[in-house]
C-alpha cells in the first residue's frame, strides 16, 4: 500500500486508541522505504509523542522489568522507556522498530503487551497507538520469523514505494529540487534494491534524502561531490545524478519565466524535468505572498509551452500537491485546463 494511502489508516488507529477500538498495526517493507518516517510524520502532524522501543537491542527482562523483593513477595520495576501519562503524555504512540529483529525469547515477551496492551502490572495508557516495522526475510536484514501468536496480534500493511507520494513529502521536506527532478527523469531509481547482491549503497527514500544532504553540503565542491552522491545512493545511481545536475547549466531561465516573459520550454527531456522540479520550487516559496497569484498564473502559462503535454500535466498536478487548492483561484487555470482538456479525458 502506498504512503498516501497508509497515513491516514494510521491516523485513523491514533484517533481509536481512547475509543478503544485500536488495533495494532504492523508495517511491512524494504530497508529505506519510510516506514520509520511515516510514523513521525503522523506523530508530528498530531503533536503526541512517539516512545520507540527496539525489541532487537533488548532483553526479555529489560522489557518485564527487573525484580525485586517486598517482604515475601516479587514485584517487577516498571521499564522507563515504556509510555508513561506523566512523562509522555495522554496521547501517542508506543513504536516497536525493527520487530522483526527482535530474538524470540523477546517478542515473547511482547505479546501481552501489544494484544492485552499491559505487561504484569504495566498498562499502556489510553490514547496510546501501538504501531510496528520491520523488514522481510527476503531484505537480507537480520530477521526472524515473526511468530504466529505475534502475528496474529497485529493488522498488517506492506509499504510500496510510489514516486507521487515521495514527490509531495520531498517538495514538502526541502527536499533540493534537483533530485527530485532527477528522479522523475529516471524514477524507477527511487528504490532499486536487489538484495541478491546485498549492495552497500543503493538507491531508496531514505538514501535521496543523503544525497540531499550530500548535495548541500558538496555541491560547491565538484572534485568530491561524485564521490559523496556515490557513497549515498550507489556507484551507478551516484554518476547519473551528477551528470543530470552538470547538464543543468543549460536550463532555461527561471526568474524570466516567473516575470512572465516569452521563454521557450527545452527539447532535452532531462532539463524539462528539472524546469518543471524548478518552478514547483518556486510556487511554493511563492505561496502566501502578495505575488503567489501572479507567480501561479506565468507557470501555468509556462506549462503550456511543453511540446508533450504530459510534462504540463506531471507540473500542474506536483504544483497542487504543494501549494493546494490555491491553484484553482487563479484564472490561468481555467486556460490551462481547457488545452489539456483532450488528454484529460483520453
Known sequence: ??????????????????????????????????????????????????????????????????????????????????????????????????????????????????????????????????????????????????PAPLANRFSHYEVDVNLDDWVAWAYANDINEKIIAFLRFRPDLLFDFDPAHNPVAFPSPRSWEFAHNALEKFGDKPQLLLGTLQACVGPAAGIELKAF???????????????????????????????????????????????????????LNYASRFAQKEMGVMLVSDMHRAIGQDLFTVPEFATWAEAIADLMIY
Do not use: C
Not at 262 to 289: C, F, M, N, W
Open 1 to 146: 500500500m502506498r504512503p498516501a494511502q497508509l497515513i491516514p489508516i494510521l491516523e485513523t488507529e491514533l484517533a481509536s486508541a481512547e475509543s478503544g477500538h485500536h488495533i495494532p498495526v504492523m508495517l511491512w517493507g524494504p530497508p529505506g522505504v519510510g516506514k520509520s518516517q511515516m510514523i513521525a510524520q503522523v506523530a508530528a502532524r498530531h503533536g503526541v509523542s512517539v516512545v520507540d522501543v527496539r525489541l532487537s537491542q533488548m532483553e526479555p527482562s529489560d522489557l518485564r522489568g527487573i525484580p525485586f523483593r517486598v517482604d515475601e513477595l516479587v514485584e517487577w520495576a516498571v521499564p522507563s522507556m515504556l509510555p508513561n501519562l506523566e512523562r509522555h503524555g495522554q496521547f501517542g504512540i508506543l513504536f516497536l522498530d525493527e520487530i522483526t529483529s527482535a530474538p524470540p525469547s523477546v517478542s515473547a515477551a511482547a505479546y501481552q503487551l501489544i494484544l492485552d496492551r499491559r505487561l504484569g502490572n504495566y498498562e499502556v495508557p489510553e490514547g496510546w497507538a501501538i504501531f510496528a516495522a520491520g523488514n522481510r526475510q527476503g531484505d537480507r536484514g537480520v530477521t526472524y520469523t515473526m
Open 245 to 299: 545536475i552538470d547538464n543543468l547549466d543549460n536550463m532555461p531561465d527561471l526568474d524570466a519565466i516567473i516575470a512572465g516573459e516569452e521563454v521557450s520550454a527545452p527539447k532535452e527531456i532531462d532539463l524539462q524535468y528539472a524546469v518543471a522540479a524548478a518552478l514547483v520550487g518556486r510556487a511554493i516559496r511563492a505561496k502566501g505572498t502578495e505575488t503567489a497569484q501572479q507567480v501561479f498564473g506565468h507557470i
